[in-house]
Every structure is written in structure tokens, then in C-alpha cells.
């Protein structure tokens, strides 16, 4: 027979197992339950934004996966993204191609009209990333939520790496995130969807590191191609699918990888990732059927802790685009 005090222990222990299964720091799978009038499931009024969305517009993924990126890699994943202002983050050069906000903007409003200032735009961003990328057949991974929103924006702290930037450097950037080389290598492969504009690859395409010529990495026939979209001294700034495969191009999968073997990469650095002796070994593991999707899930879960924001350090916005009046 156990005594009471032990089997309480026992108890306790069994939580506590449970409990870190679940659970990071204060983020937790399922943290809105029970927090939006009892029983509305937060979780599913986002996926029934960004379904109806995604029906309109299917690059609503592509935009969405650079919008969490950008979010986590400047200022951590706080929604300093999603803040208007003349020198906020969406401001600075490479926002470029960020889109999506409309996105964010209509879950929120959702949200609002049924339980207001309770989800965060943050976590916002995280679930409907993940209902884009599930819709579009990549796996169904659990998001963590419990984020609190930021104060700040501002352009002057965005310092997010180049296309160029050697694997090397990029795997000590991610590293500063709390983010390995093999969550790298998986993170990249957001490139599995989504666009590229010429210019963040044209010296690949005539002037490869200042030879004249183009990067012998390339295969010839992609060559040939790209060399067609992107004219020199276009007076446009054309674009092309980051994943080559044309069958795939919108699809969550691992063919980016497979084309990034047969040297069939846009960027420099996704080109590098199948040839740097840091990463070649996985990008060869994940391009021959490692279970890619559950995967890339994880490392999605994982780039949403960084420097995430709880308690005071932050609010919940009423709108995703201002910090609230104080
Ligand atoms: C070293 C890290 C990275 C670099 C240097 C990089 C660079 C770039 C560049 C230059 C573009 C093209 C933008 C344009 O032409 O407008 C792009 C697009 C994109 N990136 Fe990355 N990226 C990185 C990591 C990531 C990560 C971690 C994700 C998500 C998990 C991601 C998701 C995307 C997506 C989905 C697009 C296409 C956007 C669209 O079609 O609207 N990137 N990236
Ligand atoms: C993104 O940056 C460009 C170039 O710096 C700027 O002209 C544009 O307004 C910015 N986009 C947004 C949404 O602010
Ligand atoms: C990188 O992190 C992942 C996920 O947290 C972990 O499974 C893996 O073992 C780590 N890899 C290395 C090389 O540390």
C-alpha cells in the first residue's frame, strides 16, 4: 500500500511529466482554451480565416511563412512586424515581399468581436502560419501560444541575414536565436514555397562574385532560364519560384531540397545548403524522404520561442497594426 503523501507525489510528478511535455517556458499548446468565452476553440477561428483566404489567394502561405521569420529574427516573435508607422520594421528594405497582414488583420478582427483583448497578434501569426502551411500540404504541426505583443518597431533594428550571406555566418545567426544547424537547414526549406525577386539573385546569373561569369553552382538549363526573367539591366524587377520543381512550387513538401541537389537553387544561400560541409548531410537526408513534414513543424515550433514576450513585458493589441493608448 502506497501512503497518501507518496501517491500525492506520485501525482504531482505525473502532472509535472505531462506538464513539460506541453509546455515551454510560458508558451503552451492550447493556451487560449477555456480563455475566449469558455468554448469558442481560438485556434479554429483562425483556420477558418486563413482557409477562406488561402481559397482567394494560395501565395497567402509563402507571405505568411516570411512574415513569422521576419516577426521571430528581429525583436524575437513579439508582432513588431504587424506595427504602422513611418520607421517600423515593415519599413525597412527587406520587408519587401512581406505580405499577409490583411490576413492577420481579419483573424483578429474574428477574434475581437468574440472575446476581445485576448489573443495576441503574435500568437496570431504563429497558428495562422501553421493552418497555411497544413492547407497547403505540409504536416499539421501543435503551435505553442501564450505570446504577449511588443511596444517597439523600429526599421533601424531589422538585421535580417542576405541571400548571400555564407552558410557559415548564417548558422551562427540562427545560432544566436537558440536555432542549430539542422533547424536551420529544415527552416530553410520555407523556400519550398514562394517567390524571389531577380535582384536578390542577378550577380548569380552574370557576375558571380566579380568573375564576369556566372555561378558554375548553377545547372546550365536553370541558367538559361532565369537568365530569360531576369535580363541585365532590366528595368523590372521580375520573379520566380523559389522551388523549381513547377508541380511543387506551392506545395509544403521537400522537393526544394531534391532541386537544390541537382543545383537547381535561386539564392546563394539555399544553393550553398546542398554543397557547405555543414549542412549537405541533411539537406541529402531530408531531400531522400526524412519525414520532412513533422520536421519542419518542429523547427517551426522552435523559431516561434525566440525571445518571446510574457506577463508585463507585453500586451495584447487591439489592432495588430498599433500598440494600445495608455
Ligand atoms: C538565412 C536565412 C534566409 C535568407 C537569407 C532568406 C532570404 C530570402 C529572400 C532574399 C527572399 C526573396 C524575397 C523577395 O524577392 O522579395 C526570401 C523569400 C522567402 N523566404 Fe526566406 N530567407 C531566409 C530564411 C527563411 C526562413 C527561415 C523562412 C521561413 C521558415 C523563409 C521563408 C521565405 C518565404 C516563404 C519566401 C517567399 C515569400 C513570398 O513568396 O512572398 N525564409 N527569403
Ligand atoms: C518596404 O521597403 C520599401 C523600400 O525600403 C518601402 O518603400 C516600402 O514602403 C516598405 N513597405 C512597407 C509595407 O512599408
Ligand atoms: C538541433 O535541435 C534539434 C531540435 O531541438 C535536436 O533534435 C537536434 O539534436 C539538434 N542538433 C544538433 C546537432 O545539436
Known amino acids: 500500500m502506497m501512503s497518501s503523501s507518496a501517491a500525492l507525489v506520485l501525482a504531482l510528478g505525473l ?110 501569426i504563429a ?42 555566418q548564417s548558422v551562427a545567426t540562427f545560432a544566436k536565436k537558440g536555432l542549430n544547424a539542422t533547424d536551420m537547414v529544415y527552416l530553410l526549406g520555407g523556400h519550398t514555397v514562394g517567390i524571389a525577386h531577380c535582384s536578390f539573385f542577378q550577380d548569380r546569373l552574370y557576375n558571380y562574385k566579380n568573375t564576369g561569369k556566372p555561378d558554375p553552382n548553377m545547372d546550365p538549363s536553370l541558367l538559361v532560364s532565369l537568365r530569360r526573367i531576369c535580363p541585365m539591366n532590366s528595368a523590372r524587377d521580375n520573379t520566380v519560384n523559389l522551388d523549381q520543381d513547377p508541380a511543387s512550387s506551392l506545395r509544403v513538401d521537400n522537393s526544394f531540397y531534391k532541386q537544390i541537389m541537382m543545383r537547381r537553387g535561386i539564392l546563394q544561400i539555399d544553393q550553398d545548403l546542398a554543397t557547405n560541409s555543414l549542412t549537405k548531410a541533411t539537406v541529402a537526408k531530408i531531400a531522400t524522404g526524412d519525414d520532412f513534414n513533422a520536421k519542419f513543424g518542429e523547427a517551426m515550433v522552435k523559431m516561434g520561442r525566440v525571445q518571446v514576450l510574457t506577463g508585463n513585458q507585453g500586451e495584447i493589441r487591439k489592432s495588430c497594426r498599433a500598440v494600445n493608448k495608455r
Open 15 to 124: 502532472i509535472l511529466v505531462n506538464f513539460t511535455g506541453h509546455c515551454h517556458g510560458a508558451l503552451q499548446v492550447g493556451f487560449y482554451r477555456g480563455k475566449c468565452r469558455l468554448l469558442v476553440d481560438v485556434e479554429s477561428v483562425v483556420a477558418t480565416v486563413v482557409k477562406a483566404k488561402l481559397i482567394m489567394d494560395p501565395t497567402i502561405t509563402p507571405a505568411l511563412l516570411r512574415m513569422q521569420f521576419h516577426d521571430c529574427f528581429v525583436n524575437g516573435c513579439d508582432a513588431s512586424i504587424l506595427l504602422d508607422g513611418r520607421a517600423s520594421e515593415k519599413t525597412a528594405p527587406p520587408n519587401l515581399s512581406v505580405r499577409g497582414y490583411d490576413v492577420i488583420d481579419a483573424a483578429k478582427a474574428a477574434l475581437e468581436s468574440i472575446c476581445p483583448g485576448v489573443v495576441s497578434c503574435a500568437d496570431i
Open 127 to 168: 497558428m495562422a502560419t501553421r493552418d497555411a502551411v497544413s492547407l497547403s500540404g505540409g504536416g499539421r504541426y501543435n503551435v505553442e501560444t501564450g505570446r504577449k505583443d511588443g511596444f517597439v518597431s523600429l526599421a533601424t533594428n531589422v538585421n535580417l541575414p542576405g541571400p548571400d550571406i555564407p552558410v557559415a
